[in-house]
């Protein structure tokens, strides 16, 4: 049989998924490839409200509950994790190589590298650090199939020290998108002569580069976070659930940029750029909307090879590009990007990926 770990949040009495897009997405998608759920709940309010020696009986109380949604997992079966575990804790890798012991096949699908991204930051207290470095390690080095975002990622995991026999490159991420067909006809149509589109988190730590986006290109913002809502050329339309955000987007073309500045992907997230799937540019691409990326991006190759965007160095080459884009260009990556979406939004990259890792 084949199964995957379905985390459920407990918040304030609502029952809901660990809450990203993407992982939501990789949930429908394993359901309909006949996938069983194994379902393990989590009240956070209750987490985060509680001292340390409580907090330290919770991580007890998760491990009791992967033990129990796991405990009739037998040889030959197959179990997906989605990577990092939303339960976040460290005794979780022992109930997952307990199950593997038993003859389970383990395959862990990357979201984020929390040890090249959040491991890394300045603001991340030192027990963070280490309980992030135990937890990913211990279960990347275990698992039989590792699900990497592209070869990039790939190459960063075997530089620390994994085998790259098991990594599998996903390549791009899919975007699921319910009623499209009904509904994208209510979008008002795309122009090359229209704002920039930027979505995703606003928040300064993470997208400071939109606090200093160039004057000579106009930019639409959709996320949260922002906090400056009066700089010229720029305007914030505020955020829209995940499922929603296809069809309110109005613009050009999609913006996947991230870091500190415009000129170039700096910090700790502009860099992970360099080995990271951003979601956003699913979005983008699911939505049937040509892409910006930052030519060192991992994904800079994808948007190259289907000719579905552009890549530049800078954001101030943006305006000027745009400017002297022929018309009959900006077309052609508009149909491309029209073709990815039907792939995406059909599951196609992870269900490619997925028969490779069942076999």
């Known amino acids: 049989?084949?199964?995957?770990?379905?985390?459920?949040?407990?918040?304030?009495?609502?029952?809901?998924?660990?809450?990203?897009?993407?992982?939501?997405?990789?949930?429908?998608?394993?359901?309909?490839?006949?996938?069983?759920?194994?379902?393990?709940?989590?009240?956070?309010?209750?987490?985060?409200?509680?001292?340390?020696?409580?907090?330290?009986?919770?991580?007890?109380?998760?491990?009791?509950?992967?033990?129990?949604?796991?405990?009739?997992?037998?040889?030959?079966?197959?179990?997906?994790?989605?990577?990092?575990?939303?339960?976040?804790?460290?005794?979780?890798?022992?109930?997952?190589?307990?199950?593997?012991?038993?003859?389970?096949?383990?395959?862990?699908?990357?979201?984020?590298?929390?040890?090249?991204?959040?491991?890394?930051?300045?603001?991340?207290?030192?027990?963070?650090?280490?309980?992030?470095?135990?937890?990913?390690?211990?279960?990347?080095?275990?698992?039989?199939?590792?699900?990497?975002?592209?070869?990039?990622?790939?190459?960063?995991?075997?530089?620390?020290?994994?085998?790259?026999?098991?990594?599998?490159?996903?390549?791009?991420?899919?975007?699921?998108?319910?009623?499209?067909?009904?509904?994208?006809?209510?979008?008002?149509?795309?122009?090359?002569?229209?704002?920039?589109?930027?979505?995703?988190?606003?928040?300064?730590?993470?997208?400071?580069?939109v606090y200093d986006l160039p004057e000579d290109q106009a930019f639409n913002l959709y996320g949260i976070g922002y906090e400056d809502e009066n700089r010229p050329g720029v305007v914030y339309h505020g955020a829209f659930p995940p499922d929603d955000l296809p069809f309110e987007v109005e613009g050009s073309f999609g913006l996947v940029w991230d870091g500190d500045t415009r000129s170039t992907c700096s910090g700790t997230y502009g860099e992970y750029l360099r080995i990271n799937n951003p979601h956003k540019t699913s979005m983008y691409l699911a939505s049937g909307i040509p892409v910006i990326i930052w030519e060192e991006a991992a994904l800079a190759d994808f948007v190259r090879r289907h000719h579905c965007g552009i890549t530049v160095a800078s954001l101030d080459e943006i305006g000027k590009t745009l400017r002297e884009m022929p018309e009959e260009e900006y077309r052609l990556l508009v149909k491309n990007a029209g073709r990815m979406s039907a792939r995406l939004r059909s599951g196609s990259y992870t269900r490619r990926v997925l028969g490779i890792a069942q076999k």
């Open 1 to 209: 049989m084949k199964y995957f770990i379905q985390e459920v949040i407990n918040d304030k009495g609502l029952q809901k998924t660990a809450g990203i897009k993407a992982r939501d997405d990789i949930d429908r998608i394993l359901l309909a490839e006949g996938y069983r759920p194994v379902r393990i709940e989590m009240d956070q309010n209750a987490r985060n409200a509680a001292s340390l020696p409580k907090r330290l009986g919770i991580h007890f109380e998760i491990r009791q509950k992967w033990a129990a949604g796991l405990k009739d997992l037998t040889a030959g079966d197959i179990l997906l994790v989605q990577f990092p575990v939303s339960s976040h804790s460290v005794l979780i890798a022992g109930e997952v190589m307990a199950c593997q012991r038993r003859g389970v096949r383990i395959i862990l699908l990357i979201h984020d590298l929390d040890l090249f991204r959040h491991a890394l930051r300045s603001d991340v207290s030192l027990p963070a650090r280490i309980r992030i470095r135990l937890e990913e390690k211990s279960l990347l080095e275990k698992a039989d199939y590792i699900i990497a975002h592209n070869i990039y990622m790939k190459k960063k995991l075997v530089s620390f020290g994994l085998d790259s026999r098991k990594i599998l490159n996903l390549g791009i991420f899919d975007y699921l998108i319910p009623g499209f067909e009904d509904r994208i006809g209510s979008r008002k149509p795309l122009g090359r002569d229209l704002p920039v589109i930027i979505a995703g988190s606003m928040m300064r730590h993470k997208a400071g580069y």
